[in-house]
């Protein structure tokens, strides 16, 4: 289940990365992302890389948390032997599929094995994903007693009827507890909400912001609904039997979302994310955000390091066979040449609050981000302060940005 992988080239069964790769790697963050491909149900909306039980063909969870610690460990042995300087992971993030799933003593000993392969720094931000029916109180007491500083909750809505259509399990009354056992054990707490489901009115979307503003999360990120091909949402709006996705509806649900956030407190820094302050945004995410270097651990997952780029194979049955030979899990890889990497580089940068520093353009780049301030896609105190900063109309047209921006 899950997308499809990407093409590339093939990945050498040993990982070993060229010597590109080490290059201005001790400038670079390094962060571990753990992928758990556990759920319990699958939503029908999902299109990420996740197995039920009926899915697993051969793979068991009990299985699964020794396997990706061998991944883990033979990460620290490629990174050094491809020249690669060691460094401190500055943030590890556990996600899925649903971590918790896992018995939390599982994600303590994946969290020991980055301690021990490249030691986490000082401060370092240590995330797990969860959803609200899959923890309790002691099992986030155990993170938090284990080094874990962030937990990340799948709140998605307050609203049954929308929690229905998505196909979440989980009682939006429980929403609070979960939040309440999480700052107990001193851990910070985003939740994750989704917009745009096929029946959600603007008053369900309102009724479950105020919902999560009242948790006093200290990040909240709304997501737009995307309809993937291929999901049991696709083919039930294609059968009629659900409405289809409004994006014009999707834009008032960005614009009340952004209204009622900055309203209580929060500031945008990413086209989808809100934090009470600069030091409770999500540093994982911002590192891919300014292409820094991680290394994805689990079935399905993508590492990047120093404009090297792969994948792992799909199936938890495959990857442990990969684990089990002592051979590589990367399924394919790409090198990215100095344009792919600017490309990136602008894609990402619009994202996020700061945006892309102007003289660092070419001249004819420099001039676009003209025409942009003359569209008011972009804010034009750009250009008194240097760079491109989005505002809300610019966020809902990010992609026109990006395309003008790296039009030839």
């Known amino acids: 289940m899950g997308s499809a992988l990407p093409l590339g080239d093939p990945a050498p069964s ?14 670079r963050d390094f962060g571990v992302y753990l992928h758990v491909p556990f759920c319990r149900v699958r939503c029908g909306y999902c299109d990420f ?7 697993l063909r051969g793979a068991s969870q009990h299985d699964y948390a020794g396997q990706a610690i061998t991944e883990v460990q033979s990460a620290g042995r490629i990174l050094t032997q491809s020249g690669v300087p060691a460094r401190q992971a ?9 971590p918790t799933l896992l018995p939390a003593d599982d994600l303590v000993r994946m969290l020991e ?11 370092a931000e240590v995330t797990t994903e969860a959803n609200p029916d899959s923890v309790d109180a002691a099992y986030l007491g155990r993170l938090a007693d284990s080094g874990f500083t962030r937990v990340s909750f799948g709140m998605q809505s307050a609203v049954p009827s929308v929690l229905a259509t998505l196909e979440r399990t ?3 009354e429980r929403v609070p507890l979960v939040v309440q056992w999480a700052r107990e054990a001193g851990l910070d707490v985003s939740l994750d909400l989704i917009y745009g489901t096929p029946g959600e009115t603007l008053v369900d979307w309102r009724t479950s912001l105020e919902h999560a503003i009242r948790q006093a999360p200290t990040h909240v990120s709304a997501y737009s609904l995307i309809v993937e091909e291929g999901t049991k949402l696709a083919h039930q709006i294609k059968r009629g039997e659900l409405a289809p996705v409004d994006d014009d509806v999707q834009a008032e649900f960005y614009e009340l979302a952004d209204d009622l956030l900055s309203s209580a407190g929060y500031g945008w820094y990413e086209v989808s994310n809100w934090a009470t302050d600069d030091a409770h945004r999500s540093r994982h995410n911002l590192a891919y955000w300014r292409s820094q ?6 079935p399905g ?15 938890p049955s495959a990857y442990g066979d990969r684990i089990r030979a002592g051979d590589s899990p990367a399924a394919g ?8 990497q600017e490309v990136e580089r602008v894609l990402l940068l619009t994202r996020i609050r700061e945006g892309i520093p102007i003289d660092s353009l070419s001249p004819l780049r420099r001039h676009e981000v003209a025409g942009l301030i003359a569209d008011e896609l972009i804010d034009a105190k750009a250009a008194l302060f240097g760079s491109i900063e989005l505002t809300l109309r610019g966020r809902l047209l990010a992609d026109a940005v990006v395309r003008r921006l790296l039009a030839d």
């Open 90 to 98: 500055a943030t590890v993030f556990f996600g899925g599929g649903t």
């Open 170 to 172: 989980h009682d939006p």
């Open 301 to 315: 997952a993508h590492s990047h390091i120093g404009g090297v780029r792969w994948w792992n194979v799909k199936h």
């Open 113 to 123: 094995a980055v301690r021990s392969t490249w030691g986490i720094a000082p401060g």
């Open 49 to 55: 890389n996740t197995y039920t039980a009926t899915e």
């Open 333 to 340: 890889r790409e090198t990215l040449d100095a344009a792919t």
């Open 293 to 298: 270097d991680w290394w994805g651990v689990g």
């Open 14 to 27: 040993d990982g070993l990365l060229p010597a590109s790769a080490a290059v201005g790697a001790a400038q």
